[in-house]
Nanobody
Framework: QVQLVESGGGLVQPGGSLTLSCAASGITFSLYTMGWFRQTPGKEREFVASISWNGGTTTYGDSVKGRFTISRDNAKTVYLKINSLKPEDTAVYYC???????????????????WGQGTQVTVSS
């Protein structure tokens, strides 16, 4: 049974930083590209970042380039480090597993088949 559990969200002031974590279980983690997406009420889920199965390639959405960093470790965890937070970063952040083994990074939501429950990030003074 595949499970993805996000943590690390919270209320942060503009300009602050957060690190989100996503713990995976039920999969051979090292074989799969992982991604982060975010969603606000009334809007479509937006691609944030993805990291290849071996950690060698990362891809970012245009709105987060230079501020967000995705990484992964051998303990079945993928991270999203968020710097210089802006109010428009407020969203529920979701971790997702790519459908296919050894895939390249990608932003297409339909290529991800398992999702976590999400963690809320609120940026406000």
């Amino acid at each position: 049974q595949v499970q993805l559990v996000e943590s690390g969200g919270g209320l942060v002031q503009p300009g602050g930083s957060l690190t989100l974590s996503c713990a995976a279980s039920g999969i051979t983690f090292s074989l799969y590209t992982m991604g982060w997406f975010r969603q606000t009420p009334g809007k479509e889920r937006e691609f944030v970042a993805s990291i290849s199965w071996n950690g060698g390639t990362t891809t970012y959405g245009d709105s987060v380039k230079g501020r967000f960093t995705i990484s992964r470790d051998n303990a079945k965890t993928v991270y999203l480090k968020i710097n210089s937070l802006k109010p428009e970063d407020t969203a529920v952040y979701y971790c997702a597993k790519h459908k296919y083994r050894y895939s390249s990074t990608g932003s297409r939501i339909e290529n991800y088949d398992y999702w976590g429950q999400g963690t809320q990030v609120t940026v406000s003074s």
